[in-house]
Antibody
Protein backbone atom coordinates (compact mmCIF):
# COMPACT_ATOMS: atom_id res chain seq x y z
CA UNK A 1 0.00 0.00 0.00
CA UNK A 2 1.34 3.40 -0.96
CA UNK A 3 0.90 6.22 1.53
CA UNK A 4 2.21 9.73 1.97
CA UNK A 5 1.83 11.94 5.04
CA UNK A 6 2.67 15.58 5.52
CA UNK A 7 3.95 16.95 8.80
CA UNK A 8 5.02 20.35 10.06
CA UNK A 9 3.83 23.35 12.03
CA UNK A 10 0.19 24.35 11.90
CA UNK A 11 0.95 27.99 12.70
CA UNK A 12 3.83 30.17 11.55
CA UNK A 13 4.43 33.87 11.94
CA UNK A 14 4.90 36.27 9.02
CA UNK A 15 8.50 36.38 7.73
CA UNK A 16 9.30 32.99 9.27
CA UNK A 17 10.46 29.97 7.28
CA UNK A 18 8.11 27.01 6.90
CA UNK A 19 9.53 23.49 6.83
CA UNK A 20 7.25 20.65 5.80
CA UNK A 21 8.12 16.97 5.67
CA UNK A 22 6.49 14.35 3.48
CA UNK A 23 7.03 10.83 4.79
CA UNK A 24 6.06 8.10 2.39
CA UNK A 25 5.91 4.32 2.19
CA UNK A 26 5.18 1.68 -0.42
CA UNK A 27 7.46 3.07 -3.12
CA UNK A 28 11.04 4.16 -3.57
CA UNK A 29 12.19 7.59 -4.67
CA UNK A 30 15.26 5.85 -6.06
CA UNK A 31 13.18 4.18 -8.76
CA UNK A 32 13.38 5.63 -12.24
CA UNK A 33 10.32 7.65 -13.19
CA UNK A 34 9.20 8.47 -9.68
CA UNK A 35 8.85 11.96 -8.24
CA UNK A 36 7.28 13.63 -5.23
CA UNK A 37 5.62 16.99 -5.50
CA UNK A 38 4.12 19.62 -3.23
CA UNK A 39 0.80 21.25 -4.01
CA UNK A 40 -1.12 23.74 -1.87
CA UNK A 41 -4.70 24.94 -1.66
CA UNK A 42 -5.76 28.13 0.12
CA UNK A 43 -9.15 27.85 1.84
CA UNK A 44 -11.90 27.80 -0.78
CA UNK A 45 -9.47 28.22 -3.66
CA UNK A 46 -7.85 26.13 -6.37
CA UNK A 47 -4.87 23.83 -6.24
CA UNK A 48 -1.44 25.35 -6.86
CA UNK A 49 1.65 23.31 -7.71
CA UNK A 50 4.78 24.36 -5.79
CA UNK A 51 7.71 22.02 -6.37
CA UNK A 52 8.82 18.58 -7.60
CA UNK A 53 11.80 16.38 -6.94
CA UNK A 54 12.62 13.35 -9.08
CA UNK A 55 14.36 10.05 -8.46
CA UNK A 56 17.54 11.43 -10.03
CA UNK A 57 17.48 14.54 -7.75
CA UNK A 58 16.27 16.78 -10.57
CA UNK A 59 14.22 19.59 -9.01
CA UNK A 60 11.51 21.83 -10.45
CA UNK A 61 9.88 24.89 -8.89
CA UNK A 62 6.90 27.09 -9.57
CA UNK A 63 8.20 30.19 -11.32
CA UNK A 64 6.06 32.37 -9.04
CA UNK A 65 7.60 31.02 -5.84
CA UNK A 66 10.98 29.76 -7.01
CA UNK A 67 12.98 32.27 -4.98
CA UNK A 68 11.32 31.14 -1.75
CA UNK A 69 11.28 27.35 -2.17
CA UNK A 70 13.75 24.54 -1.60
CA UNK A 71 12.91 20.87 -2.03
CA UNK A 72 15.17 18.03 -0.91
CA UNK A 73 14.92 14.28 -0.45
CA UNK A 74 16.30 11.73 1.97
CA UNK A 75 15.90 8.42 0.20
CA UNK A 76 17.08 6.40 3.20
CA UNK A 77 14.33 7.90 5.35
CA UNK A 78 11.68 7.95 2.60
CA UNK A 79 11.18 11.66 3.14
CA UNK A 80 10.89 14.79 1.05
CA UNK A 81 11.28 18.19 2.70
CA UNK A 82 9.96 21.51 1.43
CA UNK A 83 11.09 24.81 2.87
CA UNK A 84 9.38 28.09 2.09
CA UNK A 85 10.95 31.31 3.29
CA UNK A 86 9.43 34.66 4.20
CA UNK A 87 5.95 33.35 4.95
CA UNK A 88 2.99 35.69 4.51
CA UNK A 89 -0.68 35.41 5.47
CA UNK A 90 -1.51 34.74 1.80
CA UNK A 91 0.46 31.50 2.16
CA UNK A 92 -2.20 30.16 4.52
CA UNK A 93 -3.30 26.92 2.89
CA UNK A 94 -3.52 23.17 3.07
CA UNK A 95 -0.24 21.74 1.82
CA UNK A 96 -0.26 18.36 0.09
CA UNK A 97 2.52 16.09 -1.04
CA UNK A 98 1.84 13.60 -3.82
CA UNK A 99 3.65 10.93 -5.81
CA UNK A 100 4.21 11.58 -9.49
CA UNK A 101 4.76 8.51 -11.66
CA UNK A 102 5.97 8.39 -15.24
CA UNK A 103 4.04 5.18 -15.97
CA UNK A 104 0.83 7.19 -15.81
CA UNK A 105 2.11 10.18 -17.71
CA UNK A 106 3.55 12.04 -14.72
CA UNK A 107 0.21 12.22 -12.95
CA UNK A 108 0.00 12.80 -9.21
CA UNK A 109 -1.56 9.42 -8.52
CA UNK A 110 -1.31 9.15 -4.73
CA UNK A 111 -1.78 12.10 -2.35
CA UNK A 112 -1.23 12.66 1.31
CA UNK A 113 -4.10 13.83 3.50
CA UNK A 114 -2.73 17.37 3.58
CA UNK A 115 -1.65 19.61 6.43
CA UNK A 116 -3.19 23.01 7.15
CA UNK A 117 -0.74 25.83 7.72
CA UNK A 118 -1.91 29.20 9.02
CA UNK A 119 0.30 32.26 8.76
CA UNK A 120 -0.56 34.80 11.43
CA UNK A 121 1.14 36.93 14.02
CA UNK B 1 4.27 29.15 -17.76
CA UNK B 2 1.32 27.17 -19.07
CA UNK B 3 -2.04 28.49 -17.87
CA UNK B 4 -5.02 26.17 -17.57
CA UNK B 5 -8.51 27.63 -17.94
CA UNK B 6 -11.53 25.57 -16.91
CA UNK B 7 -15.16 26.22 -17.71
CA UNK B 8 -17.67 26.49 -16.30
CA UNK B 9 -16.56 27.41 -12.79
CA UNK B 10 -19.69 25.75 -11.47
CA UNK B 11 -22.53 23.68 -12.85
CA UNK B 12 -25.84 22.62 -11.32
CA UNK B 13 -27.04 19.21 -12.39
CA UNK B 14 -29.34 16.39 -11.38
CA UNK B 15 -28.64 12.72 -10.81
CA UNK B 16 -28.57 11.01 -14.18
CA UNK B 17 -27.55 14.11 -16.12
CA UNK B 18 -24.64 14.19 -18.52
CA UNK B 19 -22.05 16.75 -17.42
CA UNK B 20 -19.22 18.15 -19.53
CA UNK B 21 -16.33 20.23 -18.23
CA UNK B 22 -13.77 21.85 -20.50
CA UNK B 23 -10.16 22.79 -19.95
CA UNK B 24 -7.97 24.89 -22.22
CA UNK B 25 -4.18 25.14 -22.07
CA UNK B 26 -2.41 28.36 -23.01
CA UNK B 27 -0.07 26.35 -25.24
CA UNK B 28 -0.05 22.86 -26.68
CA UNK B 29 0.54 20.06 -24.21
CA UNK B 30 -0.15 17.04 -26.44
CA UNK B 31 -1.92 14.54 -24.16
CA UNK B 32 -0.19 15.55 -20.94
CA UNK B 33 -3.46 16.25 -19.12
CA UNK B 34 -5.00 14.77 -16.00
CA UNK B 35 -8.36 15.23 -14.31
CA UNK B 36 -8.93 15.07 -10.55
CA UNK B 37 -11.99 14.95 -8.32
CA UNK B 38 -11.91 16.60 -4.92
CA UNK B 39 -14.52 16.38 -2.19
CA UNK B 40 -14.65 18.82 0.75
CA UNK B 41 -11.89 18.25 3.27
CA UNK B 42 -10.26 15.53 1.17
CA UNK B 43 -7.22 15.28 -1.07
CA UNK B 44 -7.76 15.20 -4.83
CA UNK B 45 -8.20 11.84 -6.53
CA UNK B 46 -7.02 11.20 -10.07
CA UNK B 47 -9.73 10.16 -12.53
CA UNK B 48 -8.11 10.46 -15.95
CA UNK B 49 -4.49 10.66 -17.11
CA UNK B 50 -2.96 11.11 -20.57
CA UNK B 51 -6.13 13.06 -21.46
CA UNK B 52 -8.29 9.96 -21.98
CA UNK B 53 -6.95 7.02 -19.94
CA UNK B 54 -9.15 5.96 -17.04
CA UNK B 55 -7.27 5.50 -13.79
CA UNK B 56 -7.67 2.05 -12.25
CA UNK B 57 -10.79 1.76 -10.11
CA UNK B 58 -12.53 4.82 -11.55
CA UNK B 59 -16.08 4.19 -12.84
CA UNK B 60 -16.50 4.07 -16.60
CA UNK B 61 -19.06 6.89 -16.55
CA UNK B 62 -16.04 9.20 -16.40
CA UNK B 63 -14.28 9.85 -19.70
CA UNK B 64 -11.76 12.31 -21.04
CA UNK B 65 -10.95 13.55 -24.52
CA UNK B 66 -8.87 16.13 -26.32
CA UNK B 67 -5.33 16.86 -27.34
CA UNK B 68 -3.14 19.89 -27.82
CA UNK B 69 -4.90 22.77 -26.07
CA UNK B 70 -8.53 21.72 -25.65
CA UNK B 71 -9.74 18.97 -23.35
CA UNK B 72 -13.02 17.67 -21.98
CA UNK B 73 -14.11 15.64 -18.98
CA UNK B 74 -17.52 14.00 -19.33
CA UNK B 75 -19.61 12.31 -16.67
CA UNK B 76 -22.14 10.30 -18.67
CA UNK B 77 -24.74 9.82 -15.93
CA UNK B 78 -24.17 11.83 -12.77
CA UNK B 79 -24.36 9.86 -9.55
CA UNK B 80 -24.87 11.24 -6.01
CA UNK B 81 -21.23 10.58 -5.13
CA UNK B 82 -20.04 12.66 -8.10
CA UNK B 83 -21.00 16.01 -6.58
CA UNK B 84 -17.56 17.48 -6.03
CA UNK B 85 -15.03 19.88 -7.51
CA UNK B 86 -13.05 18.81 -10.58
CA UNK B 87 -9.62 20.06 -11.62
CA UNK B 88 -7.60 19.63 -14.76
CA UNK B 89 -3.81 19.60 -14.57
CA UNK B 90 -1.21 19.80 -17.28
CA UNK B 91 1.48 17.26 -16.52
CA UNK B 92 4.58 18.71 -18.10
CA UNK B 93 7.76 19.18 -16.10
CA UNK B 94 6.23 22.37 -14.66
CA UNK B 95 2.69 21.31 -13.76
CA UNK B 96 -0.25 23.63 -13.29
CA UNK B 97 -3.90 23.24 -12.38
CA UNK B 98 -7.07 24.74 -13.69
CA UNK B 99 -9.28 26.87 -11.48
CA UNK B 100 -11.73 24.07 -10.75
CA UNK B 101 -15.36 23.28 -11.61
CA UNK B 102 -17.81 22.70 -8.81
CA UNK B 103 -20.59 20.25 -9.67
CA UNK B 104 -23.56 21.04 -7.49
CA UNK B 105 -26.96 19.47 -6.95
CA UNK B 106 -29.72 21.12 -8.96
Amino acid sequence: QITLKESGPTLVKPTQTLTLTCTFSGFSLSRSGVGVGWIRQPPGKALEWLALIYWNDDKRYSSFLKSRLTITKDTSKNQVVLTMTNMDPVDTATYYCARQYSNIWDTFDIWGQGTMVTVSS
Amino acid sequence: DIQMTQSPSSVSASVGDRVTITCRASQGISNWLAWYQQKPGKAPKVLIYAASSLQSGVPSRFSGSGSGTDFTLTISSLQPEDFATYYCQQATHFPSFGGGTKVEIK
